[in-house]
T-cell receptor, first 114, second 116 residues
């Protein structure tokens, strides 16, 4: 069974601080997606990483896919209260696996205090 | 606006009273899926559909039914709800199967169900 472990589970920081969220697995994924979910809403896609070693930047957010395509990280620089939410990573099984599902991590709940 | 629409958003019901949560998408997506989200357990897939008349079980299908008679709709049916089905439910869609990194999920806003 493929699993994605996210850490930390909870993170409470002050505005302006930097943070990193990790998503780790012993399995290889063909791609990995990061979503953010705000209270009362569904998850919304932030980014997809596909190539091992890939780094993508989205304003203050930097996403990295591990060289072996087993892990990923999300780094936020100078966090703002608007970054508050639940961050989910989701891996697509490698080719030959099921097309029907993503493997979701349990999420990191981030709270950024003004 | 491209979206996935779920109804109802909130529902309180009693054990055994059949209910249906509707899901509709306007993006002509082939793939649709239902998830439930519970504290400490994350998102778990209930059922998914790769196309019209094609459905398959996810990780937690017990107590649920689905149908895909037309491309845009994918209702979730609870024939005899029980308290352990109290949860936050999400419908999601994607252009195609999820092996391709280009096919990402668009989620609905969620349906919070309480079964007494």
């Amino acid at each position: 069974t493929q699993l994605l472990e996210q850490s930390p589970q909870f993170l409470s920081i002050q505005e302006g601080e930097n943070l990193t969220v990790y998503c780790n697995s012993s399995s290889v994924f063909s791609s990995l997606q990061w979503y953010r979910q705000e209270p009362g809403e569904g998850p919304v896609l932030l980014v997809t990483v596909v190539t091992g070693g890939e780094v993508k930047k989205l304003k203050r957010l930097t996403f990295q896919f591990g060289d072996a395509r087993k892990d990923s990280s999300l780094h936020i620089t100078a966090a703002q209260p608007g970054d508050t939410g639940l961050y989910l990573c989701a891996g697509a099984p490698p080719y030959g696996g099921s097309q029907g599902n993503l493997i979701f991590g349990k999420g990191t709940k981030l709270s950024v205090k003004p | 606006e491209a979206q996935v629409t779920q109804n109802p958003r909130y529902l309180i019901t009693v054990t055994g009273k059949k209910l249906t949560v509707t899901c509709s998408q306007n993006m002509n997506h082939e793939y649709m899926s239902w998830y439930r989200q519970d504290p400490g357990l994350g998102l778990r897939q209930i059922y998914y559909s790769m196309n019209v008349e094609v459905t398959d079980k996810g990780d937690v299908p017990e107590g649920y039914k689905v149908s895909r008679k037309e491309k845009r709709n994918f209702p979730l049916i609870l024939e005899s709800p029980s308290p352990n089905q109290t949860s936050l439910y999400f419908c999601a869609s994607s252009p195609g199967g999820l092996l391709s990194g280009a096919n990402v999920l668009t989620f609905g806003a969620g349906s919070r169900l309480t079964v007494l």
